[in-house]
């Protein structure tokens, strides 16, 4: 195995395991190893039209034939991590990551938002039901229906409405699912989910929800099933501020995302020694919280980055910030208007 870090797994028609990680793909005839795409980080598979698919950091490739041939994504695609696809019955390719966006068989892409009814902006796993029904998880606003038949009408569902119903008690609760119990802590909603679509012999707990960066206080907070490290403080008297982010030491291996307030504002940046100048928009009341996730190659890298307040650059006032492959560190910028 070129990495620990799994990200998917797919079995073929013959029985074979393809092994997704952030090195590349890994396929297991039963007797040998061999990796595919080496030095790539491979978030999913999928079985397409007798070939396979799989899809990184804003790219895909097809593997027919016993050959690997890359598929250039429309432009609005490219942009970021791709973490699921699944294939309807229609052969329509649906994607999901930070946006959520439907390839049709003539390679056109349609992406969801607003005005679909689709308000995350952060989508993070996928399915398809019996009814060509199109199931989406997202990182902090539940879950979301396409209906592909009515998908010019009104494709969205909604937490509240028939398919999903939420019901608050005013006592400690657990969630249900299909009648079944999975008792939790003391400040949790009750989540009844009444579709016959899903598993009864498969409970529901808040572990296995996608997490995202958040500005609660309470430790330990966790992103992308990493440990976010509290990370330091510090005031400022604008409402839109710039910061510069770079490395001092030049690695080629060294490539971070950055999220403010949940999203994303740099997307796998290469660090170098050269500034990267980012703008924040500082919200008053919260704590306006920067993340930074590492793109880690092995257990030992450690990404180290510098941060500059451009209206306070000074060496001494410099911000290091370290994150490697199980923390993330963050920056958390308190408003005080002068």
């Not at 990184?56 to 016993?66: A, C, D, E, I, V």
């Not at 958040?214 to 604008?238: C, H, W």
């Not at 710039?242 to 950055?258: F, G, Q, R």
Request: glycine letters at 6%; aromatic letters at 8%; hydrophobic letters at 35%.
């Amino acid at each position: 195995m070129p990495s620990n870090r799994i990200n998917d797994i797919l079995v073929d028609q013959k029985g074979t395991k393809w092994v997704a990680t952030e090195n590349g793909v890994v396929e297991f005839n039963g007797k040998s190893w061999k990796t595919h795409l080496k030095k790539s980080d491979i978030s999913c598979l999928i079985k397409y039209k007798g070939a396979i698919l799989a899809t990184g950091n804003g790219q895909m490739w097809k593997f027919k034939n016993k050959e690997w041939s890359e598929l250039i994504l429309p432009e609005e695609l490219s942009n970021g991590p791709i973490e699921d696809m699944v294939v309807d019955a229609n052969n329509n390719i649906w994607l999901a990551g930070h946006f959520l966006a439907r390839l049709d068989n003539n390679w056109m892409a349609y992406v969801y938002d607003e005005q679909d009814g689709f308000t995350s902006q952060h989508s993070t796993t996928l399915a398809v039901d019996h009814r060509n029904n199109i199931w989406v998880g997202t990182a902090g606003n539940g879950l979301f229906k396409i209906n592909t038949e009515t998908v010019n009408d009104a494709p969205m569902a909604f937490a509240g409405q028939a398919d999903i119903q939420e019901v608050p008690r005013p006592k400690p609760t657990s969630i249900l699912l299909n009648g079944e119990n999975t008792a939790r802590g003391e400040k949790e909603e009750v989540l009844e989910v009444t579709s016959s679509l899903v598993n009864p012999s498969k409970k529901i707990t808040p572990e296995a929800q996608p997490t995202t960066p958040t500005v609660s206080m309470e430790a330990p907070q966790y992103f992308k099933q990493r440990i976010v490290k509290l990370g330091k403080k510090v005031t400022v008297n604008d409402k839109r501020i710039k910061i510069a982010i770079w490395n001092e030491n030049v690695n080629p291996n060294d490539v971070i995302s950055v999220f403010f307030n949940g999203e994303e504002v740099l997307g796998y940046h290469q660090l170098t020694n050269r500034r990267r100048v980012l703008s924040l928009k500082i919200k008053r009341g919260k704590e306006n919280q920067l993340v930074v996730y590492a793109h880690t190659k092995s257990e030992e890298d450690v990404k180290k980055l510098k941060i500059a307040l451009l209206h306070k650059d000074t060496p001494m006032d410099w911000i290091t910030l370290e994150a490697d492959n199980e923390y993330c560190d963050s920056l958390k910028f308190d408003y005080l208007r002068k």
